[in-house]
């Protein structure tokens, strides 16, 4: 490799790259509607202790937790044809992101089986049985008294969940699917490019995530609102401008009391 | 072609010599990552001038890209990096003596070491500044409080988020067959595509998967326990 890093070549690349935007966006899209069916009907067993059912969801997510995301990909791409041959459904005209679709819908839905169940969880109990009390149904309580306040519990996790997987679209590129990164690995061996093409990709992935992240971090903030009371955390670095070692020391006059301040 | 039950035990057994390469990639990335992050989260935490601006960008790029992109610029990157440095130097080096799993490690260690930060970060921000107070109070040093008194509640408080960063690890080491590095996944592609049997040889190596994942899951799980001693209330 006998060339230098040529900067042009990254914003010629970017246009390029962009054109296959849409089907990584694609792949998130149907991953993440798919995923929060697949968690909500998993997490409901669990949630209200359904004797079998709740030992299948365990297990669900205990695999789809516990196995990478390129493996189950490779499976379920190579196994699923094969065991749906058995009843006689022919899958080996599928398209290829179908599966992908498929295998990262199934592996969100295990996260957000796990997100629901914490956020419902988190909830308080008195909140349920206050409800009950003024008359609602169980119907009613759920989504006027629990649905809302588990919401504002789920959203700062549920975006983690969907910014991993716009990075996990990466991996569709192993069963050949022209998404972005494909698209980067054939641009780079086309133009033996290969730097530039990647610096491209990276940052195209990183103008999507921190978009999203921003937009992310609205409805975090528009579903929290209730709880912006003045939280009684004192942390050991938290609410100072700037604190060295020594102003640390000096800071210690206990009559100087902060002003709470919430981080961004 | 016909689902080989048998064949899932034969690629298990085949498998079990990857398990090494794969456990030492996570190891090492965790290990170098936990290095990386508790340096940046330090310097981000203490406002250090240059560095915690640096450490942020690095944190931000990092968490916003593909662990796959991290690995393809180390790979394509280092090469010339190196290449150009001897050739300016003459320091006789050359790119083709890299070994292909130190790409793996540094570009892990990388990625590792961005979500380790924020690992380290959370951890330091749980523990009570009325802490480091007390062992002011009592004449330790800025030092010797951190050391004695906070990392060890940190480390306490973080250990769910470390073993989920490892976890995360272990599943990420499987990118590394892209950069020809016979790992797990890789060693399940030679298996499945010499016998032809691609559904029982990735059946076998998810199986190897869950069961490391559990095994980490468990034993975080009794340290856990353990390093929460101090926590339990009552009197005796």
Redo the contacts between chains.
Sequence with gaps: MEYGFDITYVFEFIPKLLDTLNITLFIVAGAIALGLFVGFLVALPRLYHIPVLQNISKIYVSFFRGTPILIQLFLFYYGLPEILKLVAIDLSKAPVLLFVILTFGLHTGAYVSENIRAAVLAVNRGQVEAAYAVGMTGYQAFTRIVLPQALAIAVPVFSNLVLAMVKDTSLAFTLGVMEMTGKAQTLGSLTQRYMETFVALAIIYLIICVTLERVLLIAERRLNRHNNRDQETRSWFKNRKRASLNQLTRELNLDKKEVPRYEA | ?K?DPVFIWTAFVQLLSAIPTTLAITVVSVFCGFIIGTITALSR???IPVLSQISTGYV??I???????HL??IY??L??LV??LSAQLGLGWNSAKIPMIAFAFISFSITAGAYMSEVVRSG??????????AA?AVGMT?PQALRRI?FPQALAASLPNLSNSLIGM??????AF?VSVVDL?AK??IV?STNWK??EA??A??LI??GL??LIERITGAIERRINLFRRGGVA
């Design positions: 072609m689902l935490l203490y406002r931000t790029f968490r916003g890209t593909p662990m796959l992109t393809l610029l394509f990157g090469p010339m290449d150009g330091l921000l749980a523990v009570d500044r009325g802490q480091i107070e002011w800025t906070v272990l599943h990420g080491s499987t990118l892209t996944n399940a592609q499945a691609f559904f990735y059946l190596v998810a998967f869950w994942t559990v």
